[in-house]
């Protein structure tokens, strides 16, 4: 008799292995494809690393691979001079712009995953001069802590890359003009679901621009609705959802 069982997570070595560093590698494997299937064009110049707790070492994808092609032989270690550390002989490519993500770790010890893509609403709304502002609920999650970073061209080097760290501050997340956006989480779960949120509110907000004048949320409220949405209960219960529809769309990610 078939039953109906209800399924929370898909099971995953991820969620049994017992090696913390595994875990960490299945969990941004995991991360490089969710964001892929939400639509953000990754190509060749978007990236996403995890930091290795309490570490000056990070988790990142080899150079030029878009998210969907990522598998386990396509991540690697490196230190915060961008140095691999686990190439065994082998020529991987590092993006340059990773010391984005190593300025970033250096200021914020509360930061271990950091994701930037190049969101096609996201871009566009930067592309107008314009940051994400808070008018659904949804955007809540982001309230008071998305920040508008003014500078144009590639960030090469760890001078510009530092202007950046020092722009997002305290932050959670940016909006990079002409550009695309940028989210620093505790966890590659929190980095990974605010970068989807600001692609679907962009998506709003520029619908809204085209019809008339935003009205953006109340403090009460933003404040509100922020505290029940990045509760650690919700956030798990989104990235359980996320990780059903990674689970039922490429279950071989799950595998591997």
Request: proline share 4%.
């Amino acid at each position: 008799m078939a039953t109906n069982k209800v399924v929370f997570m898909p099971e995953s070595r991820a969620t049994l292995s017992a090696d913390p560093m595994e875990q960490l590698r299945e969990r941004l494997l995991h991360a490089f494809h969710i964001i892929d299937l939400s639509g953000q064009p990754s190509g060749m110049g978007s990236h996403m690393t995890a930091r290795l707790p309490g570490e000056d070492r990070m988790l990142f994808h080899i150079h030029n691979y878009g998210f969907g092609e990522v598998t386990p032989d396509h991540i690697f270690t490196s230190d915060f001079d961008l140095n691999v550390l686990d190439a065994n002989g082998a020529d991987v490519a590092v993006n340059p712009t990773l010391h984005i993500h190593t300025r970033i770790y250096r200021m914020r010890p509360d930061v271990n995953c950091i994701v930037h893509t190049h969101a096609k609403h996201v871009t566009a709304l930067s592309c107008l001069g314009q940051n994400l502002a808070c008018i659904t609920q949804s955007s809540a999650r982001l309230y008071n802590e998305c920040v508008y970073f003014a500078e144009e061209g590639s960030v090469l080097g760890k001078d510009k890359a530092q202007a950046l760290a020092d722009a997002l501050g305290g932050n959670s997340a940016m909006v990079l003009k002409n550009h695309g956006l940028l989210t620093a989480g505790r966890s590659i779960p929190e980095a990974v679901l605010l970068a989807l949120v600001m692609e679907q509110e962009a998506e709003i907000q520029l619908m809204a621009m085209g019809a008339g004048t935003i009205s953006p949320l109340g403090e009460e409220g933003a404040m509100r609705s922020k505290e029940y949405l990045r509760s650690d209960k919700m956030m798990g219960r989104h990235w359980a959802f996320q990780m059903r529809k990674l689970a039922r769309l490429r279950p071989e990610l799950l595998e591997m």
